[in-house]
């Protein structure tokens, strides 16, 4: 086997995705034009997006990532739009550009036509979560994104099943549809809760954080193969078994959560840039395939499903914005007023992605030639299309509709409160440790402890509190500062011991590591 493609594939699109860093264009954008650029240069491999790799390697690991970032407690209290948008408005966009494409394409049958409208319903979870990400969006707004990103894809796949069934004829129903849904649906999430709980368990009694870790990276792929091989939605499974770890992940050692969360950034950030790199990539591979449909057709064809997406999703999210309100008291009582703004903004946060592109290229031989290469293509030109159209005039319309920003000092002033509580919880736990003569301490260690306690409680205060005219750091930024000069001190003695051979390597790495923990610790205080 070659490995230079991958490793072209993985270096290149995270050195992108490092420069866009630097640059007012949003990473997914720059690799997607990027990848359509490189797609046509001379010597360039050949990277055909494989279904059987996309949908249970990189689908688990990238919504694992996603929903483990995510709230429990705010998904829960945005359960009704969240699944208005997952499923209502996955199959009325399944329906409606189905049966616009049918209209539109001469010779597409309604069932082929329904098959393209159910690839290219579901906005996708990395494209959602990486716009969100960088523009800033208030925060009911990405919980519900994120929340519809995570389990749409379900829904749409189910519906692709049942179009592909009838459009290769195979007997499917819309009763065997619907059935097959429910059971999809039910099924996931059972396995799903059946799943979390030993999981977490696992997670909380393994001693070691390299096992832990492992387990870690094994979870969502298990989440997936399970449900998968029980017919039932392998995303579902990963979602609720991600949303109940993250939501009890402070139960797990900290060197573990340490460790979980650097490898899962990394993870997650080349998995993102590797997958928008590979869409740019697709476009010689689309274009070969096309076949009778070609030249001006083609392109009015790709337009005008392009556009009818778009629509399509502006017709469904204002009514389902706003009605439910309107006709139920309970909706108006319990939940916040929703905004035209924010309708707006969900309305054109609707970026579709590599799962889309993954799906189509998934489609059998069984089907005729023309509409399985036409669905390529009109997949292909959607994604790039709201990738580009959308992704670019997101941030500028958020910024025009003017968001009201956060409340950065009313948060500060939230987490003094809270540090303040624990703070006075932990030195009560304090006094009733030493109490006890079996936690005998000499005094100098015992205020010690007392002075952490009181160091903690007053940093988040300190940020309120006047500047450095010189530096302009408050004086917490002053003390973290100044903590790391002195831990830079040590570590240059400790390596220069080493090298007089006074220390051996060994001793360094574990006094390397005492500091490097000090200095994540600051470091996480910060930031």
């Given at each position: 086997m070659d490995v230079m493609p991958l490793l072209l594939l993985v270096a290149g699109s995270a050195a992108v995705a490092a420069a866009a860093r630097r640059t007012p264009v949003p990473a997914p954008l720059l690799l997607v034009a990027v990848g359509l650029a490189v797609s046509y240069i001379p010597g360039v491999p050949s990277y055909t997006l494989d279904p059987h790799i996309v949908l249970p390697l990189l689908l688990p690991p990238l919504l694992y990532t996603s929903a483990t970032d995510s709230s429990y407690l705010d998904l829960r209290a945005q359960l009704r739009p969240v699944a208005l948008l997952s499923v209502g408005y996955v199959l009325f966009a399944t329906v409606v550009v189905g049966w616009a494409a049918h209209l539109l394409v001469p010779g597409l049958s309604l069932t082929a036509a329904l098959v393209l409208g159910a690839v290219v319903a579901p906005p996708d979870a990395v494209a959602a979560t990486a716009v969100a990400r960088r523009v800033g969006l208030p925060s009911r707004i990405t919980t519900i994104l994120q929340g519809e990103s995570l389990l749409n894809d379900a829904t749409a796949i189910t519906a692709y099943k049942v179009a592909l069934g009838a459009a290769v004829g195979a007997g499917a129903t819309w009763a065997g549809g619907i059935r097959e849904f429910a059971l999809a649906a039910i099924g996931g999430v059972g396995i799903g809760l059946v799943l979390m709980?030993?999981?977490?368990?696992?997670?909380?009694?393994?001693?070691?954080?390299?096992?832990?870790?492992?387990?870690?990276?094994?979870?969502?792929?298990?989440?997936?193969?399970?449900?998968?091989?029980?017919?039932?939605?392998?995303?579902?499974?990963?979602?609720?078994?991600?949303?109940?770890?993250?939501?009890?992940?402070?139960?797990?050692?900290?060197?573990?959560?340490?460790?979980?969360?650097?490898?899962?950034?990394?993870?997650?950030?080349?998995?993102?840039?590797?997958?928008?790199?590979?869409?740019?990539?697709?476009?010689?591979?689309?274009?070969?395939?096309?076949?009778?449909?070609?030249?001006?057709?083609?392109?009015?064809?790709?337009?005008?499903?392009?556009?009818?997406?778009?629509?399509?999703?502006?017709?469904?999210?204002?009514?389902?914005?706003?009605?439910?309100?309107?006709?139920?008291?309970?909706?108006?009582?319990?939940?916040?007023?929703?905004?035209w703004r924010g309708a707006m903004v969900t309305s054109w946060a609707g970026m579709r992605g590599v799962v889309s592109l993954a799906i189509a290229f998934a489609i059998p031989p069984t089907m005729p030639d023309g509409p399985r290469n036409l669905i390529l293509f009109l997949t292909f030109t959607t994604v790039i299309g709201t990738l580009v159209v959308q992704g670019v005039t997101l941030?500028?319309?958020?910024?025009?509709?003017?968001?009201?920003?956060?409340?950065?000092?009313?948060?500060?002033?939230?987490?003094?409160?809270?540090?303040a509580q624990a703070s006075r919880a932990a030195e009560a736990r304090l006094d009733d440790l030493l109490s006890d003569e079996r936690n005998t301490l000499p005094p100098p260690l015992a205020d010690r402890l007392r002075m952490v306690l009181e160091r903690r409680r007053n940093a988040v205060w300190e940020r309120l509190g006047q500047v450095n005219p010189v530096t302009g750091e408050s004086v917490d930024d002053t003390y973290r500062r100044l903590s790391r000069e002195m831990i830079s001190a040590e570590r240059e003695v400790f390596v220069k011991l080493r090298d007089l051979r006074y220390i051996d390597d060994e001793m360094l790495r574990a006094l390397l590591r005492r500091l490097d923990l000090e200095e994540a610790a600051a470091f996480r205080e910060a930031h």
């Amino acid at each position: 086997m070659d490995v230079m493609p991958l490793l072209l594939l993985v270096a290149g699109s995270a050195a992108v995705a490092a420069a866009a860093r630097r640059t007012p264009v949003p990473a997914p954008l720059l690799l997607v034009a990027v990848g359509l650029a490189v797609s046509y240069i001379p010597g360039v491999p050949s990277y055909t997006l494989d279904p059987h790799i996309v949908l249970p390697l990189l689908l688990p690991p990238l919504l694992y990532t996603s929903a483990t970032d995510s709230s429990y407690l705010d998904l829960r209290a945005q359960l009704r739009p969240v699944a208005l948008l997952s499923v209502g408005y996955v199959l009325f966009a399944t329906v409606v550009v189905g049966w616009a494409a049918h209209l539109l394409v001469p010779g597409l049958s309604l069932t082929a036509a329904l098959v393209l409208g159910a690839v290219v319903a579901p906005p996708d979870a990395v494209a959602a979560t990486a716009v969100a990400r960088r523009v800033g969006l208030p925060s009911r707004i990405t919980t519900i994104l994120q929340g519809e990103s995570l389990l749409n894809d379900a829904t749409a796949i189910t519906a692709y099943k049942v179009a592909l069934g009838a459009a290769v004829g195979a007997g499917a129903t819309w009763a065997g549809g619907i059935r097959e849904f429910a059971l999809a649906a039910i099924g996931g999430v059972g396995i799903g809760l059946v799943l979390m709980a030993p999981l977490h368990w696992l997670r909380t009694h393994l001693t070691e954080p390299l096992l832990q870790n492992t387990l870690s990276l094994l979870i969502p792929f298990v989440a997936y193969g399970v449900a998968e091989g029980a017919h039932a939605s392998g995303v579902l499974a990963v979602v609720v078994v991600a949303l109940y770890l993250g939501h009890r992940a402070w139960e797990v050692d900290f060197a573990t959560r340490l460790q979980e969360e650097a490898v899962w950034k990394m993870v997650a950030f080349v998995l993102e840039s590797a997958v928008f790199a590979l869409i740019g990539l697709q476009l010689p591979i689309v274009l070969k395939r096309l076949g009778e449909y070609e030249g001006a057709s083609a392109a009015w064809y790709a337009v005008a499903v392009f556009v009818v997406v778009v629509v399509a999703r502006f017709v469904w999210v204002y009514p389902a914005t706003f009605l439910p309100r309107l006709l139920s008291a309970r909706i108006r009582e319990r939940e916040e007023n929703p905004t035209w703004r924010g309708a707006m903004v969900t309305s054109w946060a609707g970026m579709r992605g590599v799962v889309s592109l993954a799906i189509a290229f998934a489609i059998p031989p069984t089907m005729p030639d023309g509409p399985r290469n036409l669905i390529l293509f009109l997949t292909f030109t959607t994604v790039i299309g709201t990738l580009v159209v959308q992704g670019v005039t997101l941030p500028p319309l958020i910024r025009l509709l003017r968001f009201p920003g956060r409340d950065r000092q009313a948060e500060t002033l939230a987490e003094a409160n809270a540090q303040a509580q624990a703070s006075r919880a932990a030195e009560a736990r304090l006094d009733d440790l030493l109490s006890d003569e079996r936690n005998t301490l000499p005094p100098p260690l015992a205020d010690r402890l007392r002075m952490v306690l009181e160091r903690r409680r007053n940093a988040v205060w300190e940020r309120l509190g006047q500047v450095n005219p010189v530096t302009g750091e408050s004086v917490d930024d002053t003390y973290r500062r100044l903590s790391r000069e002195m831990i830079s001190a040590e570590r240059e003695v400790f390596v220069k011991l080493r090298d007089l051979r006074y220390i051996d390597d060994e001793m360094l790495r574990a006094l390397l590591r005492r500091l490097d923990l000090e200095e994540a610790a600051a470091f996480r205080e910060a930031h």
